[in-house]
């Protein structure tokens, strides 16, 4: 399958989730709320990244671009309507990392609709951090959660290789008013901060290495957590993260 067939596929499952979640608004509801705490946990559970002049600004691109709780549907209305002059427009390793953008969005809003419908089941929990525990192990598919990561330190990987490719920061640059007045802004805002972010972690010497291990490292030891120790363990660590992103 082509580099824009599988963004329109993408973005069609997740134009479907979206319409699902308007007909049902309790559902959407639940789906943004568990975003929020996504993007709290994710705050709380690298506060030091955040405060960090070497690695603040990827945890930020990290937090804004890939576990935010931003209304993604502009961007992704761009991605479905470019995806066919995408290939044409903009060098094969951007395009392979906006491929990347598009499946790694749908497999996140699938998993973050299925943890709505779970939040929802679990309504009468003690504590948002005890709902969100019991909705994770009621969702389950360890393997989809294991993929996701994968799929974040990939994305990482890629933007780091594309800073090692000649003169595509200036290209980039060029493009910015063409690919504006082509409706590929959103595209192109990706492209160009993460290019900048990763590029500035790259000109540290095991940067890169060293934030992507540091996420792979705390992202596994929580989905361990939350798939395998006692719920009271999972929740008073859940708890704390989220009060640290306060």
């Not at 502009?74 to 951007?94: E, H, K, Y």
């Not at 890629?158 to 595209?187: E, K, Q, V």
Request: charged share 20%; with cysteine.
């Amino acid at each position: 399958m082509d580099a824009a067939q599988t963004i329109r596929d993408s973005i069609a499952d997740v134009t479907a989730l979206r319409l699902h979640r308007t007909g049902d608004p309790a559902l959407g509801a639940a789906v943004g709320t568990v975003k929020t705490l996504q993007a709290r946990r994710f705050r709380g559970t690298y506060a030091d990244l955040m405060g960090s002049p070497s690695f603040g600004p990827a945890a930020r691109f990290f937090l804004e671009e890939l576990y935010s709780d931003t209304d993604y549907t502009d961007r992704d209305l761009q991605f479905g309507r470019i995806a066919g002059t995408l290939q044409t427009m903009f060098p094969q390793p951007a395009v392979t990392t906006a491929v990347a953008l598009a499946v790694l969005h749908a497999q996140t809003e699938e998993l973050d609709q299925d943890m709505g419908r779970a939040w929802l089941a679990h309504a009468d929990s003690a504590s948002d951090a005890a709902r969100y525990s019991a909705a994770w192990r009621t969702v389950g598919q360890r393997h989809a959660r294991q993929e996701q990561l994968q799929r974040v330190l990939a994305m990482g990987t890629d933007l780091a290789s594309l800073t090692r490719t000649p003169g595509l920061r200036m290209m980039l640059r060029m493009m910015r008013g063409p690919a504006n007045a082509a409706g590929m802004g959103a595209l192109q805002k990706f492209l160009e901060a993460g290019f900048d972010t990763f590029g500035q972690l790259s000109r540290q010497r095991g940067g890169v290495e060293q934030f992507l291990t540091t996420i792979e490292a705390r992202e596994r030891a929580l989905m361990d957590q939350l798939f395998d120790a006692e719920p009271v363990t999972c929740e008073t660590q859940l708890a704390r993260t989220l009060g640290q992103a306060r």
